[in-house]
């Protein structure tokens, strides 16, 4: 084929993908088509991957979405605010790094995708532009919703969701203290101050929130007395512990007819 090609004696053009070669009689010899060739190889294998690489991008741009959702989301549902600056050891973020969600608007609106972190120490969800930090605002957002984990939004605030429904909500409010380190002046050098994750419990129940104690009595004490046998009996044969969010959330869904709260 090539010496077919060397032979002619007329202008050759050759195209392949919207690039243009014009190969004269003087140039056509093997090693310049050689480098043809060698490009056209390439340029095959690039047009192969090429679809692979759009899939890939398209898929991103349909999960992250951070196009025009990130302009409305700046426009309506969140506002500029300068974070806290201060030096101190540890993660204030929920998560370890920016994360997909779906923000729940009202029934009227379809959700929208963002990327957000929940910052616990300032209790926000931010949404960083450049060197710009945005907070969603509650007032606006129904429901912020990850792959793994919700959180609703209630009289102007972000609560982590536990159980959810008809009767009742149980919820997380979960934030962060910021420590110093004990220490011996004059043998020890003065740490940095740390960070310290907290975690509160609430049972939204008939519109009002209910500050729920870690405590195996308190927790009795939440229902009706007569059913106190039924609910000491419950946790003891269940093993449930009031540490353990989702084993509140068990006593919680059995027994929430009883509440008195």
């Known amino acids: 084929m090539l010496k077919n090609l060397t032979s002619q004696k007329y202008l ?19 090693k310049e088509f050689g480098l043809i060739i060698g490009v056209l190889t390439h340029m095959k294998l690039i047009l192969l991957f090429l679809p692979m690489l759009l899939i890939s991008q398209q898929g991103l741009t349909a999960y992250g979405d951070t196009g025009y959702n990130l302009n409305r989301i700046k ?23 920016p994360t997909n969600a779906t923000l729940v608007l009202d029934d009227s609106k379809e959700p929208i995708n963002v990327v957000t972190n929940y910052n616990l120490l300032e209790q926000t969800f931010d949404v960083f532009d450049e060197n710009q930090i945005y907070k969603l605002l509650p007032s ?6 990850f792959p793994n984990i919700e959180f609703t939004s209630i009289n102007n605030k972000f609560y982590e969701v536990i159980e959810s429904n008809e009767d009742f909500s149980l919820l997380a409010d979960t934030y962060l203290e910021i420590y110093f380190p004990e220490y011996t002046p004059g ?4 740490p940095d101050p740390k960070y310290r994750k907290r975690n509160s419990v609430f049972l939204y129940y008939n519109n009002r929130f209910n500050y729920v104690e870690r405590r195996k ?17 419950f946790i003891k044969k ?16 059995k027994f929430h007819s009883s509440l008195e709260r």
């Open 12 to 30: 050759n053009l050759v195209v392949y993908s919207g690039v243009v070669h014009y190969l004269s009689e003087e140039k056509k010899n093997k």
């Open 75 to 97: 426009r309506e549902l969140a506002a500029p605010y300068n974070s806290q600056k201060m030096v101190i050891k540890g993660n204030k973020y929920f998560f370890k790094n």
């Open 140 to 145: 606006k957002i129904k429901k912020v919703i």
């Open 187 to 190: 043998i020890q050098e003065k």
């Open 217 to 233: 009595n308190f927790l009795v004490s939440m229902f009706s007395k007569n059913m106190s046998k039924d609910i000491n009996t």
């Open 238 to 253: 269940n093993k449930i512990s009031p540490r353990d969010n989702d084993e509140l959330k068990t006593l919680f869904l």
